[in-house]
């Protein structure tokens, strides 16, 4: 759970942070913060249950995380909620409209001078938000939809991840939250990844 100081900074509780993982057999509103690794996977993976060896190559493999079970709070509630979100996201979208890694990209840097600093920091907020079991949905586009014409290489979500890794380090979010975030971040590589 993140909690603001008297700073004003965001920061980590001292809540006890253990979670217990329960098996899903998919996706629904109701399951939003209380997915389990298996739901994710998928949703995103859906070579996995493919009958011929050359889809399940394609498959995106996950390490297991154990993700928060129906008698425990949601990852959304763990991180402090919309605000502390918000603060997370704005920091880490600062982060990578800026990097020379991922800017080297002409088609991505392309797309960080032509949107909207605000409205991408909505968007993923939103989507982070629902993703982590709040009560927003996100209401932008597929990952696919918004990455696929920028080619975007191993090498840059590489680059991505390590500006996630930073954030989630400045901010001192919990390992256990963190790994969560992660295998959320991780099942929409196939869409992003050229």
């Known amino acids: 759970m993140i909690a603001r100081d008297g700073s004003g900074c965001v920061a980590p509780s001292r809540a006890d942070s253990s979670i217990e993982a329960s098996p899903g057999a998919g996706i629904s509103p109701s399951l939003r913060g209380r997915r389990t690794l298996e739901v994710i996977r998928r949703r995103v993976s859906p070579y996995e249950d ?12 996950f390490e297991e995380v154990p993700m928060a ?4 709070p949601s990852l959304y509630d763990r991180l402090g909620g919309v605000y502390s979100i918000a603060t997370v996201m704005d920091d880490f979208i600062d982060r990578i409209m800026v990097d020379p890694r991922l800017n080297a990209n002409p088609r991505v840097d392309e797309a960080h001078h032509r949107i909207s600093p605000a409205g991408f920091k909505y968007l993923v907020t939103e989507m982070v ?25 191993a090498t840059e979500w590489e680059a991505f991840l390590d500006d996630l890794q930073q954030t989630l380090d400045k901010f001192a979010v919990p390992q256990a939250e963190q790994a969560e975030i992660k295998a959320i971040v991780a099942s929409t590589r196939a869409d992003i990844v050229v």
């Open 129 to 153: 938000c629902w993703a982590t079991g709040g009560p927003q949905k996100y209401t932008g586009r597929s990952m696919k939809d918004s990455h696929q014409h920028l080619l975007i290489t």
């Open 69 to 72: 079970t129906q008698d425990s």
């Open 50 to 61: 493919a009958k011929d060896d050359q889809n399940r190559v394609n498959a995106v493999e």
